[in-house]
């Protein structure tokens, strides 16, 4: 019979909305109706009972039954067969009442049933190999490509909703990512490595796998799906050229061609940016590309140029960085020599052995240093006068060097002779002008005024560079010349070099000056002594004695200075769990003048320290805290006791070294983990630990315990390593729900530090190995909990449909079809 089938059939699990439990909601009369029924579920389930009010005795049902909705005689409509959303979202229906000559005597009215996804669907690639390429030095995060999966599950759900992923980059260097997608398009872009480090010179080729999983990814029973992406990498040819060299003052006509760029693709808009502020910049560059020099270059004024190449897209935006053109000027022999000075004058004592040396003589070109261009070539070509004879002198062809060449000279011969250099190069020849004068032999010494310049009292902080002292002495060799030009050297009582001497160069008057400053504090007092000297050296049997040198007393009076600290920066390192109180460390600074110095701190933000003011020691005064500040910087103030009290300032460093005071936790939430109910065989499920300490250098050292409770008979938990553990099931009889389950972890610190956290675990229907219970938790999708309470709900509404619809039940399918039991809801059209 019909209903005696049904009746074995129907399970169950119809929910309604807002009133569960009350009979009318699952009865009524005629009129348009809605119900959400999920996909997938067993067959032939029980919707609605109408109730016909005569003289209707019987219904029909119209529309898109698809064979699957079926109506009773008396009204009870249900279907036959699991709904597949995929097939048809949504069943348009009519229901009519008729009288027992089949007129229709209420309706029709519209019944819709909607049918509600379920993540039966798996997500598919489009292609099971993928193919692009992309340019080298691409911009990182611009798609070069994308692969793409369907789901025909409703996209509008978790259970269509797609998550890419990259699971494998072969060749990876160095564990580096040079390819990402997005996680919601599929699009594949270079990392920001990948735009730096791809070049096919050194790998051609890169080949992903990427993954699709549904369910957003993010639910440990996704479906998912791989492909395979093949990646040629493609050579930039956006790069600067060679080096570009172009001949100076060049006759060719210009503009000249010199170079090019190319951006990777057709139609890019070229332009040139000068680095440099010049007042003309004598490049161009074409719509091809090119690049030209539009007059001739000097290489004197410049002898190389930089500047960049732009290429940009239609919209003036950059499609890459710029690319740097260099250019070189090459050298021609443009430029004759030309001579240092309108008249060199050399000096030449009477008496001077033939092939003395009397001076270099150089003149210069300012064609490309160590060239042919610049090879300078010297010749005396006249001499005046030609007396006592002409050819005195010689020059070195190549190092200019003047010499006597055929006698010594007499200042009463003749005192002076010009000379006339011809200095060529290779193509040009310039004359210049040397004048020698025959001058006094040395044999005079400088003699002081005086020997002794007395005492002088300066107070330690006179500024440098003041003159303290004005000294005098005199030369009878013929003035102005380097026998008659005195220079001072001090020579006693100032080993630091505090003093220097300039001289006048009209009078020979010696100015003294302070270079670096006096200290009271070392030398006090000093006696200075300088002496006289000729740059030029004095002839043989001629000596310095005594009336070259003289003295004074330099007497330095003491200022107040502020207090030294011995380093600018004090650092320490103690522990994290150091006691208050306890001396972490000390400063000493010292007054040059020997008054006590009284110590203080600055900038302790954290009021974590106290200095004593007299010893200068440092103490904590609170909880110190790596995890807060790991290197905490304070200022010390050193001030003198008495005096003007003047002060300076040190830093002090205290670096925090960790201690365990982190207790373990877990690694992240673990809300998601599952068993699929009834279980069939023991299970067990992965968790990790994490802490927030610094882990030892053998990295974290978790272990892992049950915690308290009866619970040893039900679970088990199993290290796997330092980090990682295992809860298995010790047998298969657990309820449909939520158990939280208490693990302890301890930690491998010194002290080890131990927790109790809680995992929880959730027992479920599960279909094609997912949990019906939606990852997050969105408006009007139901929790866990919320999960759990529908279905007790749905036992207790099937308990009422069972006795009010039914006349016969048979008790045996009850057990089995709580596995199926499913978050179903009818509910009715408000009308
Ligand atoms: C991916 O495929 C779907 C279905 O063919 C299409 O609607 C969508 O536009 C495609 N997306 C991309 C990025 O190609
Ligand atoms: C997906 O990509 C977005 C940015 O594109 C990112 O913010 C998000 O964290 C990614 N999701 C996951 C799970 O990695
Ligand atoms: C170019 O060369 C000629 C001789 O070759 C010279 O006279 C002229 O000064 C040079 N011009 C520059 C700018 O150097
Ligand atoms: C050398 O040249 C200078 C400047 O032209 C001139 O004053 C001087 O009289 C010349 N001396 C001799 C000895 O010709
Ligand atoms: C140093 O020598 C000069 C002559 O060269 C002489 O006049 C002077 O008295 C000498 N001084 C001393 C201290 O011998
Ligand atoms: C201060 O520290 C130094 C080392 O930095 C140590 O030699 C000195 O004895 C300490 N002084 C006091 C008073 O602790
Ligand atoms: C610990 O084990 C887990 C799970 O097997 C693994 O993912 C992780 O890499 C392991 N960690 C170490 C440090 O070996």
């Not at 007299?614 to 910087?633: H, K, M, N, Q, W």
């Not at 009866?710 to 938990?717: A, C, F, I, M, P």
Request: some cysteine; hydrophobic content about 35%; charged content about 20%.
């Amino acid at each position: 019979m019909a209903l005696a089938l049904l009746s074995s059939l129907c399970l169950l699990m119809i929910c309604l909305a807002g009133g569960y439990g009350q009979e009318g909601k699952f009865s009524g009369p005629l009129k348009p109706m809605t119900f959400s029924i999920f996909e997938g579920q067993e067959p032939s389930q029980i919707i609605f009972q109408f109730k016909a009010n005569p003289p209707a005795t019987t219904f029909e049902l119209t529309g898109e039954t698809d064979d699957i909705f079926m109506i009773e005689q008396d009204g009870l409509l249900y279907y036959t067969k699991a709904l597949d959303r995929e097939t048809r979202a949504v069943h348009h229906l009519q229901l009519a009442a008729l009288d027992s000559n089949g007129a229709i005597v209420e309706g029709p009215v519209s019944i819709t049933i909607e049918v509600k996804d379920i993540n039966d669907n798996r997500p598919t690639f489009l292609q099971s190999k993928y193919e692009g390429s992309v340019r080298q030095n691409s911009r990182p995060g611009k798609p070069f490509m994308y692969v793409n999966a369907t789901d025909l599950d409703d996209p509008t759900t978790p259970n269509g909703q797609l998550f890419y992923e990259i699971v494998i980059q072969l060749p990876k260097i160095n564990n580096v990512m040079y390819f990402q997608i997005n996680n919601k398009t599929g699009a594949i872009s270079l990392t920001q490595e990948g735009a730096q480090e791809l070049n096919p010179d050194k790998n051609p080729s890169y080949n992903l796998v990427v993954s699709v999983k549904d369910m957003g990814g993010q639910n440990d029973n996704s479906f998912s799906h791989t492909t395979s992406v093949d990646i040629t990498v493609r050579e930039n040819i956006w790069k600067a050229p060679e080096l570009v060299e172009i001949l100076e003052n060049s006759t060719d006509s210009y503009p000249v061609k010199i170079t090019q760029v190319r951006w990777n693709d057709p139609g890019a808009r070229y332009s040139l940016v000068n680095k440099e502020t010049l007042p003309v910049f004598p490049f161009s560059i074409d719509q091809e590309g090119d690049i030209f020099v539009t007059q001739p270059l000097d290489r004197e004024e410049k002898d190389a140029h930089v500047f960049f190449a732009i290429a940009k897209d239609e919209y003036g935006k950059p499609l890459a960085p710029p690319v740097d053109i260099h250019v070189k000027v090459i050298d021609i022999n443009d430029n004759p020599p030309t001579c240092l000075d309108r008249r060199t004058v050399f000096e030449v004592q009477e008496n001077e052995n033939l092939g003395s040396s009397i001076g270099i003589f150089t003149a210069h070109d300012m064609d490309e240093e160590n060239t042919i261009n610049s090879v300078l070539k010297y010749k005396i070509a006249h001499q005046t006068p030609k007396v006592p004879a002409d050819g005195l002198f010689s020059i070195e062809e190549y190092q200019g060097k003047l010499q006597l060449a055929k006698q010594s000279l007499k200042k009463q011969d003749n005192p002076q002779y010009n000379l006339t250099i011809e200095v060529s190069d290779k193509d040009f020849k310039t004359l210049c002008f040397v004048q020698v004068n025959v001058i006094d032999i040395n044999d005079q010494i400088p003699i002081f005024e005086k020997s002794d310049y007395g005492s002088i009292t300066l107070p330690e902080d006179t500024a440098v560079g003041s003159i303290i002292l004005i000294i005098q002495a005199t030369d009878a060799d013929e003035p102005f010349t380097g026998s008659s030009k005195i220079l001072y050297r001090v020579v006693q009582g100032d080993t630091e070099g505090r003093l220097e001497v300039d001289t006048d160069p009209q009078t020979n008057a010696g100015y003294v000056k302070i270079k670096k400053p006096l200290d009271f504090e070392t030398e006090p007092v000093s006696n200075i002594v300088f002496q006289a000297e000729n740059p030029e050296p004095l002839v043989y049997g001629v000596d310095y004695n005594a009336s070259s040198f003289a003295s004074f007393k330099l007497t330095v009076t003491d200022v107040n200075e502020a207090p030294v600290f011995p380093q600018h920066i004090f650092q320490v390192k103690v522990s994290e769990d150091t006691a208050v109180g306890t001396k972490v460390g000390n400063v000493t600074a010292k007054d040059p003048e020997g008054l006590a110095v009284s110590y203080s701190l600055r900038g302790d933000k954290r009021g974590w320290l106290k200095i004593d003011s007299v010893t200068g020691e440092i103490f904590s005064v609170a909880p110190l805290d790596r995890e807060a500040e790991s290197l905490y910087r304070v200022q010390v103030v050193a001030t003198e006791v008495g005096g003007s009290s003047l002060s300076s300032m040190a830093n002090f460093h205290l670096a925090l070294t960790d201690v365990n005071d982190n207790a373990p936790r877990l690694s992240k939430d673990y809300t998601g983990l599952f068993f699929c109910h009834p279980l069939s065989t023991p299970g067990r499920l992965v968790f990790a630990a994490a802490d927030d300490d610094l882990p030892s250098f053998r990295g974290p050292q978790f272990t892992f315990a049950l915690g308290s409770g009866s619970l040893q008979n039900d679970w088990e938990v199993s290290k796997i390593n330092g980090t990682h553990a295992t809860l298995s099931t010790k047998h298969t009889n657990f309820e449909e729900r939520v158990y939280e389950v208490p693990v302890r972890i301890s930690d491998g610190g010194r002290p080890p530090l131990e927790a109790t956290v809680s995992l929880p675990v959730t027992f479920c229907t599960c279909v094609e190995g997912s949990c019906f219970r939606p990852a997050g938790r969105q408006n009007g999708i139901p929790t866990v909990g919320m999960a759990v309470g529908i279905l007790l709900t749905t036992f207790l509404v099937i308990g009422i449909i069972l006795t009010v619809v039914f006349i016969r039940i048979r008790n045996n399918g009850g057990k089995d079809n709580v596995e199926n039991a499913r978050a179903s809801e009818v509910r009715p059209l408000r009308s």
